[in-house]
């Protein structure tokens, strides 16, 4: 495609509930990010794969979040039973590859919010 | 733990005018990004800075990096209100590959008539 999709755009969810949001790269993209972005804050990284392999994953908060991403395309953030403080948006984001200065192009988000 | 700090946070100025964007990290790195965001927008990629002195400018932005004071400039110049936004610096934490990006809290600028 010629951006970076995610959907859903929005998701209402109740405390403990367990939430799968998508991400589909740009065609080509070798790597994928995920990042959070709190409201007045810049994205914080959460994980990354290089084709289907989850290179890291050392800012996913806790083990509730799990991401993947089978053929190295499209990639799914799973967060099981929701807590409040998971509200935030959370952004994909792809690159050609992790090469030096290469640029990341990030999708529009998906802003979950946790009652 | 690397820290990035922009300042101002908020800036708000006359159409006409240039002002300074000021980013300053914590650890060494040789790569600054700079990106904007309008509002309920997604994150667009304006600079990528790879070396100490690099500079690049487009339109009336202009981003500069010194390493040694580990401080990135995004400098603007005549400001027009369609540069009204979010402007946000990321630094590379690790060597070899630009995956993870430590942002600054981003400076909303406000371009007023």
């Known amino acids: 495609g010629a951006g970076v999709s995610q959907s859903p755009r929005y998701k209402v969810t109740k405390r403990g509930q367990d939430v799968a949001l998508r991400c589909d790269p740009i065609?080509?993209?070798?790597?994928l990010y995920w990042y959070r972005q709190a409201l007045g804050q810049g994205p914080e990284f959460l994980t990354y794969f290089n084709y289907e392999a989850q290179q890291d994953k050392s800012g996913l908060p806790n083990d509730r979040f799990s991401a993947e991403r089978p053929e190295g395309s499209i990639s799914t953030l799973t967060i099981q039973r929701t807590e409040q403080r998971d509200s935030a948006m959370y952004r994909c984001?792809?690159?050609?590859?992790?090469?030096?200065?290469?640029?990341?192009?990030f999708g529009s988000g998906t802003q979950l919010s946790v009652l | 733990e690397l820290k990035v700090e922009q300042n101002p946070l908020f800036l708000s100025m006359q159409e006409g005018k240039n002002y300074t964007i000021y980013c300053n990290y914590s650890?060494?790195?040789?790569?600054l990004y700079w990106y904007r965001q309008d509002p309920g927008k997604s994150l667009e990629s304006l600079f990528v800075?790879?070396?100490?002195?690099a500079v690049k400018q487009e339109g009336r932005l202009m981003a500069s990096l010194d390493t040694k004071a580990r401080l990135s400039t995004l400098h603007i110049t005549a400001a027009v209100h369609d540069l009204s936004a979010t402007y946000f610096c990321?630094?590379?934490?690790?060597?070899?590959?630009?995956?993870?990006?430590?942002f600054g809290k981003g400076t909303l600028l406000t371009v007023n008539p």
């Open positions: 065609s080509g993209h070798v790597s």
């Open positions: 650890t060494t790195s040789d790569r």
């Open positions: 990321a630094v590379d934490s690790r060597g070899g590959s630009n995956y993870k990006l430590t």
């Open positions: 984001a792809s690159s050609r590859t992790t090469g030096r200065g290469e640029k990341l192009f």
């Open positions: 800075l790879l070396s100490n002195g």
